[in-house]
């Protein structure tokens, strides 16, 4: 029987750092669950010089891949450096060397997954990639196993740590501009967004890129993954309608509060009649709601399977020990089996084609703000163009008046309308003469 089984990691930042700090300071414990020592032979860095916050035996680091690719005492190489490449082609080159993956990178997985493992497979090998999404939450293992007898109807999830962050941090401080303005005070803008996501960078929630987090991305390659594997068909990140936080303003914070609702960055894939809808946005959530209430780097996700009913998955999304937690638990998964002798690998059969519709196929209530000239009649051509594309208001509420620029601002929330008249309806408005921006538009969900 093996007695130890060789890890070597790509990367050593957030993630790998974690997972090497994990490895060393619970070996023991993990010897005695797995049947053998997972010793990390090499881990390999783009920059032997960076201070490392975890020290591993010398002669380990090095700044050549190969290396690692080559090490017959490896069996498992753990990819966390991210993105498509060169992380794509050093995976490819541990599978050709006979070795097992274990990766938490999402782009990869979500842009080539069912091919990778094709290729694994073909060779009596595995690529695990829990970490992938969610952090710490056990979701890719909970989705190719436990609810596999289910047929999924739906998963609503926040899904990135970083702009639930973000966003949180933002309603706190829309919650105390509409605390001061009720006392009669101007709130100052403290640069919510912009700190909020140094913080973020700070903490190691953020991706190395962080357009990835605060434009969508991130969490559209984790929607991809998810609906992959719940709905059994391909579901690929180009299939995703995606919208990010940046152009969310202070004021939408303070009007979501003001009418109960609370911002949240949702990613979203429901079974329709026609296909599977999936979309990436930010939305008025009502304030009720179990999303609502995960804040700060917790993510959140919820499944709607036809023999479980709902099922909700909570936890911490990002960060050095969630993640490590679920790369680790990959590598002891992947360990027992070697030291079993184990031959079965685990599968992602695609069962059907089910089309990925795009968002015209959506029905939703709608938020929008509007900035426009402050005088008589111009609700009256909103209304008017809002109707002429089949677009009921719900509710409007024209806020002060900037008197400086002549300007007020519309605070208008419809009843459910297809989202193919609603940006027809916007396209007109904008296009009015009295209109100075759109400057918001939001699904309100639930
Ligand atoms: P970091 O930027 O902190 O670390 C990246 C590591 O990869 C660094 O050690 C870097 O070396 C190394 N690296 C980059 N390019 C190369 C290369 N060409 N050859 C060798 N080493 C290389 O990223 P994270 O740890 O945050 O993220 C890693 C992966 O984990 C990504 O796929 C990310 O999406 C995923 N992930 C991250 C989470 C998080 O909370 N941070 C959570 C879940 C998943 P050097 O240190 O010398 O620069
Ligand atoms: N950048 C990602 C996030 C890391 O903020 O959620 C976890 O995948």
Do not use: C
């Not at 829990?130 to 190719?144: H, N």
């Not at 089910?354 to 938020?367: C, F, M, N, Q």
């Not at 609700?379 to 007020?408: C, P, R």
């Not at 008249?421 to 408005?429: C, E, F, H, S, V």
């Amino acid at each position: 029987m093996k007695q130890e089984i060789g890890v070597g990691l790509i990367g050593l930042g957030v993630v790998g750092g974690g997972v090497a700090r994990a490895l060393l300071e619970r070996r023991d414990y993990f010897a005695r669950q797995v049947g053998a020592q997972l010793v990390v032979r090499r881990a390999a860095v783009r920059d032997l010089q960076k201070p490392r916050t975890v020290e591993l035996p010398p002669g380990t680091l090095t700044d050549n891949v190969s290396e690692l690719l080559d090490d017959p005492g490896i069996d498992i190489i753990v990819e966390v450096i991210g993105g498509e490449e060169p992380a794509g082609t050093f995976i490819r080159g541990a599978l050709k060397a006979g070795k097992h993956v274990v990766t938490a990178n999402k782009e990869l997985i979500a842009k080539h997954g069912p091919e990778l493992l094709a290729e694994a497979h073909s060779r009596g090998l595995d690529i695990m990639f829990e970490a992938s999404v969610g952090g710490g939450i056990p979701l890719i293992a909970p989705l190719r196993r436990d609810l596999l007898a289910n047929r999924i109807s739906s998963i609503r999830a926040i899904i990135n740590g970083t702009t639930n962050y973000i966003v949180t941090s933002m309603a706190s401080e829309g919650a105390m501009a509409e605390a001061l303005r009720k006392q009669g005070l101007e709130p100052v803008d403290r640069g919510g967004y912009a700190e909020a996501l140094a913080s973020a960078q700070e903490l190691g929630y953020a991706e190395p890129d962080p357009t990835n987090d605060v434009e969508g991305y991130d969490a559209a390659y984790k929607l991809a993954i998810m609906a992959s594997l719940g709905f059994r068909t391909r579901v690929r990140p180009s299939d995703i309608h995606t919208e990010g936080i940046t152009r969310l303003g202070a004021r939408d914070f303070q009007y979501a509060q003001e009418l109960g609702y609370v911002i949240k960055l949702l990613a979203i894939a429901e079974r329709t009649d026609g296909g599977i809808v999936a979309r990436v946005a930010p939305v008025f959530l009502p304030q009720s709601e179990p999303l609502a209430k995960v804040d700060g780097v917790y993510n959140a996700v919820q499944i709607e399977g036809d023999l479980t009913g709902q099922v909700l998955l909570q936890g911490r999304g990002a960060g050095a020990d969630p993640t490590s937690s679920a790369v680790v638990a990959d590598l002891l998964d992947l360990s027992h089996g070697i030291v079993l002798g184990n031959r079965e690998r685990k599968y992602w059969a695609l069962e059907s084609d089910t089309p990925v519709l795009g968002l015209d196929a959506l029905e939703s209530r709608y938020y929008v703000r509007v900035t426009v000239a402050d005088r008589s009649g111009v609700l009256a051509q909103i209304a008017q163009t809002l109707g002429d594309h089949g677009v009921s208001i719900a509710a409007v509420n024209q806020k002060e008046a900037n008197e400086d620029d002549q300007t007020a601002e519309l605070v208008i929330m419809t009843h459910r309308a297809r989202e193919g008249a609603m940006q027809n309806a916007l396209r007109d408005i904008a296009a009015l003469s009295v209109v100075v921006q759109v400057s918001s538009f939001l699904r309100v969900e639930g």
